[in-house]
C-alpha cells in the first residue's frame, strides 16, 4: 500500500518535468523569435542608414560634381576589322568660353567636341576589350579639375555586342563495350531568337578525336521565344579505349559568329575525367551568372574567346 503514493509522486514529478521542459521550450522559442525581431529590425535600420549615408554622399558629390550627366554609346560593329565605335558624351552643368574638356585614357588626353550644351568624341575597341574607363579633365582659365563617371565606364566589349549561349546536360552517361552512352535531357540557355544579334541555327555536335560523328540541328523557328530549349537525348556513340569524346552546343549569331560550347569531354578508359567546368563571370544582369565554356570564331576565323578544353 505505500507503494502506491510513492508511484503517484514520481508520476506526478514526471509530468511536471514534461510540463516544465515544455514551458522551457516555449519560452526558449518566445525568446528566439524575439531575438529574431531584433536582429530583423537591426537589419532593416542598418539598411535604412546605410541607405540615407548613400543618398547624401550621392547629393553631396552632385552638389560639388561640374557634370550633369555622362554616358557612352556603342556603335555598329565593324566586321572587317572586329572593331566597335564608342561614343563617349559629356554634358556639364555650366559652359564658357574659355572652357575646355577631354577624357584621360591613362595618361593620354583626348579632347572632346563641343556641341551645343554637350561634348563627345568616339573612340574605336576591339571585341576584346575588357575594360576601359577614363576621367573627365575640364580646364578652364588655367584651372584644371579632374572628376570620374561611372557613366563612361566601358566593359567587356564582346558581351555586349555578342549574344551569349550556354548549355548544360542533365541526365546519365556510361560507357561500355566500347560505346559511351548519353541519356537525358541536354538544356540551353541564351538569346535564341531575339535581341539585337540573335543566333540564326543552333546545333547538338558531337565529336570523336576531333571528328565530327554526329549533328543534331536544334530547331529554332515554329515555337515561341524563350530563353531555354531541350533537347532530349538517349545516344550510344562508338568510342575506342583512350580516344577522347567531346560534345558541344554549335551556335552561329546573325553576324556570322560560330559559339562553341562545351557540354562534354570523355577520355574512354580513363579513371581521371574531367568534371565540367562552371565559373560565374562578373558581368552585369541579365547576363550574369553563367556557364564560361565558350570558343567564339569570327566569320574571318580569328578567335574572339578562347575556352581550352584541355587546361580547365
Given amino acids: 500500500m505505500k507503494k502506491q503514493p510513492i508511484t503517484l ?27 529574431n525581431s531584433i536582429n530583423f529590425g537591426v537589419s532593416q535600420m542598418n539598411n535604412q542608414i546605410s541607405s540615407i549615408y548613400r543618398k547624401v554622399e550621392e547629393s553631396l558629390e552632385e552638389q560639388v560634381s ?45 579632347p572632346l567636341e563641343q556641341s551645343g550644351l554637350i561634348y563627345t568624341v568616339t573612340k574605336h575597341y576591339g571585341l576584346w576589350q575588357e575594360s576601359v574607363f577614363p576621367t573627365i579633365v575640364l580646364q578652364d582659365r588655367g584651372v584644371t579639375t579632374v572628376e570620374e563617371h561611372g557613366g563612361l565606364r566601358v566593359s567587356r566589349l564582346k558581351e555586349q555586342v555578342l549574344p551569349y549561349i550556354e548549355a548544360r546536360f542533365f541526365g546519365e552517361s556510361s560507357y561500355g563495350s566500347k560505346e559511351f552512352r548519353m541519356n537525358g535531357a541536354l538544356e540551353i540557355f541564351g538569346e535564341l531568337k531575339e535581341g539585337n544579334n540573335p543566333f540564326v541555327s ?28 531541350t533537347l532530349e537525348i538517349d545516344e550510344a556513340y562508338d568510342l575506342l579505349e583512350g580516344q577522347t569524346l567531346t560534345a558541344y552546343v554549335v551556335a552561329v549569331d546573325s553576324y556570322g559568329f560560330t559559339h562553341e560550347y562545351l557540354v562534354t569531354h570523355y577520355v574512354a578508359g580513363s579513371n581521371m575525367q574531367r568534371e565540367p567546368y562552371f565559373e560565374e563571370a562578373t558581368i552585369t544582369a541579365p547576363r550574369a551568372p553563367y556557364l564560361e565554356q565558350e570558343t567564339i570564331i569570327a566569320p574571318n576565323g580569328e578567335i574572339v574567346n578562347q575556352f581550352d578544353e584541355m587546361n580547365y
Avoid: C, W
Fill in 66 to 110: 561640374f557634370i550633369h550627366n555622362a554616358s557612352i554609346t556603342l556603335g555598329e560593329l565593324d566586321m572587317e576589322t572586329l572593331t566597335v565605335p564608342v561614343t563617349y558624351t559629356v554634358e556639364p552643368k555650366t559652359i564658357t568660353e574659355t572652357m575646355t574638356l577631354a577624357l584621360d585614357f591613362n595618361g593620354q588626353l583626348v
Fill in 202 to 229: 543552333v546545333k547538338f555536335v558531337v565529336k570523336v578525336e576531333d571528328k565530327i560523328i554526329k549533328e543534331t540541328v536544334i530547331p529554332l523557328e515554329g515555337r515561341p521565344f524563350s530563353d531555354m530549349s
Fill in 9 to 35: 509522486f514520481i508520476a506526478v514529478l514526471i509530468l511536471l518535468q514534461f510540463y516544465s521542459l515544455g514551458k522551457i521550450h516555449s519560452l526558449q522559442r518566445s525568446v528566439d523569435s524575439a531575438n
